[in-house]
T-cell receptor
C-alpha cells in the first residue's frame, strides 16, 4: 500500500511569512495526526482529526497555526505568521481507526521547516 | 498533565553489546507503543503492548510492559549497526498518544 505522502520535503522562509504543508494519508485511514518534532525531541501532537472532525487540538498554537481536513481525506497545516521557534520537522501520520482504539500510526517523511 | 520519560537519553555501545531503554509514565497506562526513528527518517511503528506484564519478542528485540502498567522497556540483544536510531515510546492519553523523550542509540563497529 502507498504510504503517507507529505509535501514539500523542505521549506525555508523568513520570520513573519506564511507557509502551508500538505498531507495525504494512507487510503482508508480515518485518523490523521499532525506532529511537530523539534531537533532532539520526540514528536509533539499538534492536532488530531477523526475523518473531518477535530479530536484534539489542545497543543496547537491557534493564534498562528491552523489545520483543516475538509473532505476527511487529505489535510493542510498552515502557519501564519511564522516565528523562529517554529523551525522543526512537521510530521503527518495516519491510522486505521473509526473509533478511538489502539492502532499503529504510519508516518510520512515530514516537512523540514527552517525559519530565517 | 501526563509525563513520559525515557532513560537513558543517549547510549553508545560496541557492536555485539546489548542495549536497553526504559519508558516511565506518571500515570497508569492502557497501552504503550514503541517506534524507531533512523537519523533523518520518520518514526516507524515497532510494537504495541496492552496487557500487564506482557512480553513480546521480535528477533533480537524484547519488549516488556510493567506489572503496574506504568513503565516499559525495550531490550536489544547483540546490537548491530542497523539498530542505530532513536527509540521512542508512545503512551495513550485521552484520545491521543504522547511520545516520550526518546533514547538515541549509536552502535560502534
Amino acid at each position: 500500500e502507498a504510504g503517507v505522502a507529505q509535501s514539500p520535503r523542505y521549506k525555508i522562509i523568513e520570520k513573519r511569512q506564511s507557509v502551508a504543508f500538505w498531507c495525504n494519508p494512507i487510503s482508508g485511514h480515518a485518523t490523521l495526526y499532525w506532529y511537530q518534532q523539534i531537533l532532539g525531541q520526540g514528536p509533539k501532537l499538534l492536532i488530531q482529526f477523526q475523518n473531518n472532525g477535530v479530536v484534539d487540538d489542545s497543543q496547537l498554537p491557534k493564534d498562528r497555526f491552523s489545520a483543516e481536513r475538509l473532505k476527511g481525506v487529505d489535510s493542510t497545516l498552515k502557519i501564519q505568521p511564522a516565528k523562529l521557534e517554529d523551525s522543526a520537522v512537521y510530521l503527518c501520520a495516519s491510522s486505521l481507526t473509526r473509533t478511538y482504539s489502539n492502532q499503529p500510526q504510519h508516518f510520512g517523511d515530514g516537512t523540514r521547516l527552517s525559519i530565517l | 498533565g501526563q509525563q513520559v520519560m525515557q532513560i537513558p537519553q543517549y547510549q553508545h555501545v560496541q557492536e555485539g553489546e546489548d542495549f536497553t531503554t526504559y519508558c516511565n509514565s506518571s500515570t497508569t497506562l492502557s497501552n504503550i507503543q514503541w517506534y524507531k526513528q533512523r537519523p533523518g527518517g520518520h518514526p516507524v511503528f515497532l510494537i504495541q503492548l496492552v496487557k500487564s506484564g506482557e512480553v513480546k519478542k521480535q528477533k533480537r528485540l524484547t519488549f516488556q510492559f510493567g506489572e503496574a502498567k506504568k513503565n516499559s522497556s525495550l531490550h536489544i540483544t547483540a546490537t548491530q549497526t542497523t539498530d542505530v536510531g532513536t527509540y521512542f515510546c508512545a503512551v495513550s492519553g485521552t484520545y491521543k498518544y504522547i511520545f516520550g523523550t526518546g533514547t538515541r542509540l549509536k552502535v560502534l563497529a
